[in-house]
């Protein structure tokens, strides 16, 4: 509305109308949750890339149990390791263990993003939360994968040839473990507000879970108690089915391969490949929908 002032020679003056800012609002539907997935994605790519540190460390755990514990350990273990290096038997852990931090770390930035007021943003916009959280996983099992990438290709440096289907067969695995990993730690991250609490958290389930998968010892012979645990750890499907594609390359006796690639058995069956892969698909799918909903109510 125009208003009118009294000027000194007592004529009044017409001022000019406030302007006025247009806002648009995106149509939403599913295009703008593709595009909302992709965003988030790409944000992860850019946060890892220019985060060189982060990278290095996340490297520093697979070596040192590579080389430093299996070299230490090497001698002392040879007389159950079948003449096989104990190095060649901790690569497989060594490849889990490489994506496993990576995408928790990927997973602990939405508390950062929480304390510093940009995941209210991305909460905020007109697109379902779900995308968001999918974005998240997609990145963080995106930049975990990479991350495995660089222990993939030390392969030589204890005694496991480079094949291509091996490598590719690796790849999968380990980008299926990063989401899923990523997933529970979203699922973590939607109900814990400082990192202090989150990295605790995680560093009390994650060593665990990774020494009790029979990431550095074999799954067959092991007291019940135990067996029981490695049983419903959920990366034990994921580290054994990783051992397996490393050890069809192996030129080994077969006493060795019975003794330190056994595979996993339900009651006497033996759980084939396949199955594996399910059941961590089905962890991932169903800790991703739980991270989906809790966004929900966030």
């Not at 665990?208 to 108690?225: E, H, K, N, R």
């Not at 030129?251 to 003794?259: F, H, L, Q, T």
């Amino acid at each position: 509305m125009a208003t009118t002032t009294s000027g000194s020679s007592g004529h009044a003056t017409a001022t000019a109308p406030a302007p006025t800012t247009r806002i648009r609002v995106p149509a939403g539907g599913w295009r703008a949750d593709v595009r909302a997935v992709k965003i988030v994605w790409q944000r992860e790519l850019i946060r890892f890339s220019r985060d060189r540190l982060r990278i290095v460390t996340s490297l520093f755990q697979p070596v040192l149990f590579l080389f430093v514990l299996g070299g230490g350990l090497s001698r002392l273990a040879a007389g159950g390791t079948e003449g096989v290096d104990l190095r060649t038997f901790i690569f497989p852990g060594a490849l889990a263990m490489a994506v496993l931090f990576t995408a928790i770390f990927s997973a602990a930035s939405v508390v950062w993003d929480r304390e510093y007021g940009f995941l209210r943003e991305m909460l905020v916009a007109p697109v379902r939360r779900g995308s968001i959280v999918v974005g998240k996983c997609l990145g963080g099992a995106t930049v975990a994968g990479a991350q495995g990438l660089i222990v993939i290709a030390m392969a030589p440096l204890v005694d496991v040839p480079y094949r291509l289907d091996m490598i590719l067969a690796l790849i999968g695995l380990q980008l299926l473990l990063a989401f899923m990993i990523t997933a529970a730690g979203l699922m973590a991250a939607a109900r814990i507000t400082q990192m202090q609490s989150f990295m605790a958290l995680t560093q009390m389930l994650l060593m665990p879970l990774l020494f009790l998968s029979g990431a550095l010892f074999p799954v067959s012979g092991l007291p019940q108690w135990l067996e029981i645990l490695n049983r419903i750890d959920p990366l034990t499907y994921i580290v054994d089915p990783i051992r397996h594609v490393v050890f069809a390359q192996l030129d080994i006796s077969d006493a060795a391969r019975e003794a330190l690639n056994p595979g996993v058995t339900w009651w006497g069956w033996h759980v084939p490949i396949g199955v594996e892969i399910a059941v961590v698909a089905a962890f991932a799918l169903g800790m991703l929908s739980i991270a989906i909903a809790q966004f929900q109510r966030a």
